[in-house]
């Protein structure tokens, strides 16, 4: 099935584009897309154990389940400000 990943802030500017689309298996868990996208884009693996992940618009953790056509955002930690 093909999912649509966004990238944020550091992320986006590791893999060059704020869009990733990915084939996973049916049914497979988010952390299963995790790893497809880390196989894909090595370079994201160093920041891939400290993201906030959100499906459809709500916060989720790696268990969740993805189906044909979800967006799954990668939200890496944001610092700054006064």
């Known amino acids: 099935m093909h999912i649509t990943v966004r990238l944020f802030a550091l992320l986006r ?5 704020d869009t990733v689309h990915l084939e996973i298996p049916e049914s497979a ?5 995790l790893e497809v996208l880390q196989d894909q884009h090595p370079v994201l693996q160093p920041y891939l154990s400290r993201v906030r992940l959100s499906l459809q618009m709500h916060f989720v953790d790696t268990a969740a389940i993805l ?4 967006e799954l955002a990668i939200i890496p930690p944001v610092s700054g400000g006064n």
């Open 13 to 17: 500017e590791k893999v060059g584009t």
């Open 29 to 33: 868990r988010v952390a299963q897309a």
């Open 67 to 70: 189906h044909e056509g979800d």
